[in-house]
């Protein structure tokens, strides 16, 4: 260390009866304009309060056996500390009244500063049990000069600033002591790389309790008003093994603006950049943050990191399928780097979703990715979604060939189960759309049942749709969407108009040899029961079931010297049998009734055994 300065005046006032005795006892020294330099040293060892504590617990000892009951007045002094070359602390028009033990140190000390508008100390240190209590006031104080000053190699982010603060506190022996603080602060600038941020607030209150084995700093209230966020919040440290725990909580907090500056800030810690990448804006009327660890790098560290809170009017962004969720509204939770949402209400692009579960990892492309969620969807939008999502290719190509899609649907949305590869479930109970599919050549038109899909499979449940001209009701059936590709139908009741349905199934290469004879097809069949299963794509290996009524049925054929007409109400058909009864048919002039079967295979008919009963017409 090293002092230096001068004093204008000092004036020293002894104590009468001493000298009678002729001895010197002084009672009061007077200090005029003193002016003081005091050179720190750098020192590596970190001095913790029972130290400092300690050390002037030494000091008053020395002054009690020395100057026992010594007053030492200050007028107009002026100190200045120096650390290093850089930083240094001036204290000016310092006044101070110093009551020095045999029992108290009291002090009311008073100064200005070019680091602070008025600072104001007083208070009163028993000098045998170290007890005592006091008070500090700053005035406009420039908090970063201090803290540079303190930690020059810790702090470095505060580059300019303006707080008041008012302090009480109390010891109660040595290494203990609590206190309480509240303040402003006008204003704080914080730099972190490129980015600088200004702070605003207009009140904090916070307290402090110390003893030997821990360290507690509890912040009552911290309310910001730029950004506009009110903090609470628990410091505690074990000072035995330096264990930190703390937790924080916060209301009213708007993403939009605390995301960036939480960036500019933070932007180095995982978790800060993390949540900022996918959590995009919205408000939180109440968030709660925890974290713990044996290091101040420990804090910062995601396992070791939980947040909790109720978004509103969110947005969240999902890598990789680009998904924007917008006006999220629901719980969140964050633990070891994944959130967690539950209760969901969303928007993804118009599609309302609600009663959602979310799970999304923080971090890599192989993260941990799940949704869960009622979903109210309009299928025209909701198709570019699904295409860039299926990652199933022969799936993603019969999406490609869907095109007009109108209409809406209810059901149950799935999605996971890791960022890079999301697969897709969905589970629809209320549907009414319309579209076009290229395998079909007319539109298809649903106007009742469900849905649902499963990466390996697709279902649907008493379905009533049109196909063109022909009809379906409380249609089921399952399309594996795997080797061997299997489609199974079961249809309650149909009307097929074989004016549209002939051309379209003749036109597979299967079944052209089979119907080559047959020019053209009418009339109605109507199908009350209904059975197929086989192959999707190889017509000619399926198996079926077919049962109902011919309505108008009208053949063109070379092998038939005219058109045949033909009606029958009940009929069967299967792979190898075609089965008719009283059926009505008439060709040119004659009028047949028809009972019976045909056996018969892919390639045609084999074999038949009939009953004829009518009439035919002379020439």
């Not at 203990?176 to 790389?193: C, D, H, K, M």
């Not at 093994?241 to 907090?253: F, M, N, P």
């Amino acid at each position: 260390e090293k002092i230096e300065g001068n004093i204008k005046s000092l004036k020293i006032y002894p104590e009468i009866l001493p000298l009678l005795a002729g001895e010197i006892h002084i009672s009061k020294i007077l200090a005029e304009s003193p002016d003081f330099s005091i050179w720190i040293p750098e020192s590596k060892e970190k001095l913790s309060l029972i130290d400092i504590e300690n050390k002037l617990s030494t000091l008053l000892h020395i002054l009690k056996v020395n100057t026992p009951g010594l007053d030492v007045a200050i007028e107009k002094g002026s100190l200045n500390l120096y650390k290093n070359q850089l930083a240094k602390l001036l204290f000016q028009d310092i006044n101070a009244q110093i009551g020095f033990p045999p029992r108290e140190l009291k002090y009311t000390i008073n100064a200005h500063s070019g680091n602070s508008e008025s600072i104001a100390l007083s208070g009163r240190l028993d000098s045998e049990n170290f007890k005592g209590k006091g008070s500090i006031y700053v005035k406009n104080l420039k908090l970063h000069t201090f803290l540079n000053f303190l930690f020059p190699d810790n702090i470095k982010h505060v580059i300019d600033s303006i707080v008041n603060i008012r302090l009480t506190f109390q010891t109660d022996g040595i290494g203990v002591l609590q206190s309480e603080a509240e303040g402003s602060i006008p204003y704080l600038f914080l730099q972190n790389r490129n980015q600088r941020i200004i702070i605003k607030g207009r009140g904090i209150k916070a307290a402090f309790d110390i003893n030997k084995e821990r360290t507690k700093v509890a912040i009552n209230k911290l309310e910001l008003d730029d950004p506009q966020i009110t903090l609470s919040g628990l410091l505690q440290i074990n000072n035995i093994s330096h264990y930190i725990d703390l937790s924080l909580e916060g209301k009213e907090i708007n993403v939009d603006e605390f995301r960036d500056d939480a960036l500019d800030l933070a932007g180095n810690i995982p978790i800060v950049r993390d949540i900022s990448f996918y959590v995009k804006g919205g408000k939180v009327p109440f968030i709660t943050f925890h974290t713990k660890g044996s290091s101040l790098d420990d804090l910062g560290k995601t396992e070791n990191i939980v947040v909790k809170g109720h978004m509103l009017d969110g947005k969240i962004f999902i890598p990789g399928p680009d998904l924007s969720f917008k006006t999220v509204k629901g719980d969140c939770v964050i633990s070891k780097g994944i959130l967690e949402g539950s209760q969901i209400q969303a928007r993804l692009e118009n599609n309302e979703l609600s009663e959602g579960k979310l799970r999304v990892g923080l971090k890599g492309k192989d993260a941990p990715f799940h949704l869960d969620t009622l979903a109210k969807v309009n299928l025209a939008e909701l198709m570019p979604i699904l295409k860039r999502i299926v990652k199933n290719e022969p799936l993603l190509k019969e999406f490609n060939l869907i095109t007009e899609v109108r209409g809406n649907a209810q059901g149950r949305l799935v999605l996971g189960e890791t960022i890079d590869s999301i697969q897709v479930g969905f589970d629809v109970s209320n549907t009414k759309f319309s579209a076009r599919y290229k395998r079909i050549p007319y539109p298809v038109e649903v106007n009742e049942g469900s849905l649902s899909y499963d990466s390996v499979k697709i279902i649907v449940k008493n379905v009533n749709c049109t196909l063109g001209k022909s009809s379906f009701s409380k249609l089921n059936g399952t399309l594996q969407l795997e080797q061997p590709r299997n489609l199974e139908i079961v249809s309650g009741k149909s009307s097929l108009v074989l004016e549209e349905i002939y051309p379209w199934i003749s036109s597979y290469e299967q079944l052209k040899s089979s119907l080559k004879n047959i020019t053209s097809l009418q009339g109605t069949v109507f199908v009350t029961s209904m059975n197929v299963k086989g192959p999707t794509l190889n017509p000619g290996k399926w198996g079926f079931y077919m049962a109902g009524s011919l309505q108008n049925l009208k053949i063109n054929s070379p092998l038939f010297p005219g058109p045949l007409s033909l009606t029958s109400k009940n009929f069967e058909v299967t792979p190898q049998r075609i089965s008719l009864s009283k059926a009505l048919t008439n060709m040119l002039d004659a009028s047949v009734t028809l009972s019976g079967f045909f056996k018969t295979n892919i390639k045609g008919i084999q074999n038949a055994e009939v009953t004829l009963n009518g009439t035919a017409g002379s020439s």
